[in-house]
């Protein structure tokens, strides 16, 4: 089994920073891509960014400039810096990995429980 336990969210301010850690633990052997989504009262769960082990990094249109995504391979871990905060950020995010927990097994999809980012005055 693989948990995923994220980090970081909470209330902030239009314009302010939050930076979120994502730590993966348990039957590990390769971590692919790490992901963050995030998904806002009312609407469907989208990709807010992702990153390869080999660190390529894909970002969704409306954080591009304001969002960096990033992972320490040797901790497991993978970080959502966001800043310049908007309050269509507003959503719960939830961190996601592609995990092969021994050499021979499938790589499988793994979440996190979420972690609320709530921007507002």
């Known amino acids: 089994q693989v948990q995923l336990v994220e980090s970081g969210g909470g209330l902030v301010q239009p314009g302010g920073s939050l930076r979120l850690s994502c730590a993966a633990s348990g039957s590990i052997f390769t971590i692919y891509t790490m992901g963050w989504y995030r998904q806002a009262p009312g609407k469907q769960r989208e990709l807010v960014a992702s990153?390869?082990?080999?660190?390529?990094?894909n970002y969704v249109e409306s954080v591009k400039g304001r969002v960096t995504i990033s992972r320490d391979n040797a901790k497991n871990t993978a970080y959502l810096q966001m800043n310049s905060l908007k309050p269509e950020d507003t959503a719960v995010y939830y961190c996601?990995?592609?995990?092969?927990?021994?050499?021979?097994?499938?790589?499988?999809?793994?979440w996190g429980q979420g972690t609320q980012v709530t921007v507002s005055s």
């Open positions: 990153i390869t082990s080999g660190a390529i990094t």
């Open positions: 996601n990995a592609n995990v092969r927990a021994c050499g021979v097994c499938p790589v499988r999809d793994y």
